[in-house]
């Protein structure tokens, strides 16, 4: 199966209120980021984290990471239509001769705001 | 900068026929992936340059796909012959990575919609 899963599958609500989505992935990264892709678009690159780093904000997105429970996820608050779209995390992981394979990109969630 | 550029944005061919992608990177980065996103599979790294050079082609799904780097600036990706099952959409993206011990954000063209009947 995928190395990162994205949860919910699917997910609806009214602009204004927030939008949580979470990752889980398998094995050790050395990041994850996450991404959005709009309807017959290319994925544009939201924000990126480190396996040490715990918490990262970019302007109404806020990202956690908990290695421990190999799980993150993705925050937007306050909603608005155009965060219309699909969120796909990617995780960056560690090859065994000390560098990386490319990222694994999972299946996303895709996100619907009700006007 | 213009972005990752990706030709052509649709294509619809027959079984059996040649099929090439291209690629123009962003100026100043050295390293390119090509990717094929269906609904049943999501997004699947085919190949990935560093520096012109092929570093991981363990995505190429058969011998009927190819790719190639000439130049920092150009990469194309060869479907040959091409069958239905070939049919997605095919991303370019490039990035600029220090080294090859771990992945920065990439940089996603607009994809190129390949129909194959």
């Known amino acids: 199966s995928q190395q990162g899963e994205e949860d919910p599958q699917a997910l609806s609500i009214q602009e204004g209120e927030n939008a949580t989505m979470n990752c889980s992935y398998k094995t050790s990264i050395n990041n994850l980021q996450w991404y959005r892709q709009n309807s017959g678009r290319g994925l544009v690159h939201l924000i990126l984290i480190r396996s040490n780093e715990r918490e990262k904000h970019s302007g109404r997105l806020r990202v956690t990471l908990d290695t421990s429970k190999k799980s993150s996820s993705l925050l937007i608050t306050a909603s608005r239509a155009a965060d219309t779209a699909s969120y796909f995390c990617a995780t960056d992981i560690p090859n065994s001769g000390g560098g990386a394979d490319g990222l694994t990109f999972g299946k996303g969630t895709h996100l619907i705001i009700q006007p | 900068d213009a972005g990752v550029i990706q030709s052509p944005r649709h294509e619809v061919t027959e079984m059996g026929q040649e099929v090439t992608l291209r690629c123009k990177p962003i100026s100043g980065h050295n390293s390119l992936f090509w990717y094929r996103q269906t609904m049943m599979r999501g997004l699947e790294l085919l190949i990935y340059f560093n520096n012109n050079v092929p570093i991981d082609d363990s995505g190429m799904p058969e011998d009927r796909f190819s790719a190639k780097m000439p130049n920092a600036s150009f990469s194309t990706l060869k479907i040959q012959p091409s069958e239905p099952r070939d049919s997605a959409v095919y991303f370019c993206?490039?990035?600029?990575?220090?080294?090859?011990?771990?992945?920065?954000?990439?940089?996603f063209g607009p994809g190129t919609r390949l129909t194959v009947l």
């Open positions: 993206a490039s990035s600029f990575l220090p080294g090859l011990v771990y992945f920065n954000e990439q940089f």
